[in-house]
């Protein structure tokens, strides 16, 4: 099956930083990509998407980064706060195929004040 | 508009006994799925449904694990004779086509 992995399962940076999350996928057919929060004892919260003809998209405060050649995705949070603590997924799907999105791990942010 | 709700938001039940989950899609979606999540790991696909058709149950294991989306009320995940094993955060996510899903709070679904 396809997987779905991040490099760092655990990210600590100050309050005000910029916050790097990287995602890697290994199915090349991937063609949509979205990032989740998920804070403690909460469901996934939809923050940006992307499709695969873009390789970059702007949101409020973050950016989803799409490099196909590598198959690495990447969300920056510009300044970072402390109700940015949370984890973070990264999900692919390849819309013309199926419905199942493939979650990583998730890497857990955590901002220190 | 609300969102995605579930109940139970926490559900307990013993070794053999049967628990029903709930997912009330975003008004307007159609197109409903159940993920599961064991701690400190990723969401892992179980089924997709549209009214009253299941589109693709790849990841729902064979055996005590069943899901409808019927014409009226809500989606319904059930498992039957519960393992330790099940424990676990299960989400609904439901969209308006076949794009980004949007998730509900989870149940979360402890066997004694």
């Known amino acids: 099956g396809e997987s779905v992995g991040l490099h760092l399962p655990t990210l600590s940076v100050q309050e005000g930083d910029n916050s790097i999350i990287n995602c890697a996928y290994s199915n090349s057919a991937s063609d949509y990509f979205i990032w989740y929060k998920q804070e403690s004892g909460k469901g996934p919260q939809f923050i940006i998407d992307i499709r695969s003809n873009m390789d970059k998209r702007q949101g409020q405060r973050v950016t989803v980064l799409l490099n196909k050649t590598v198959k690495h995705l990447s969300l920056q949070i510009a300044a970072t706060q402390p109700g940015d603590s949370a984890v973070y997924f990264c999900a692919e799907n390849t819309l013309n195929t199926g419905n199942q999105f493939y979650f990583g791990t998730g890497t857990s942010l955590t901002v220190i004040p | 508009n609300a969102g995605v709700m579930q109940n139970p938001r926490h559900l307990v039940r013993r070794r053999g006994q049967e628990a029903r989950l709930r997912c009330s899609p975003m008004k307007g979606h159609s197109h409903v799925y159940w993920y599961r999540q064991l701690p400190e790991e990723g969401l892992k696909f179980m089924v997709y449904l549209q009214k009253e058709n299941i589109i693709d149950e790849s990841g729902m294991p064979k055996e005590r694990f069943s899901a409808e989306f019927p014409k009226e009320g809500p989606s319904i995940l059930r498992i039957q004779q519960v393992v330790r094993g099940d424990s676990a955060a299960y989400f609904c996510?439901?969209?308006?086509?076949?794009?980004?899903?949007?998730f509900g709070p989870g149940t979360r679904l402890t066997v004694l």
């Open positions: 996510a439901s969209s308006p086509v076949k794009d980004t899903q949007y």
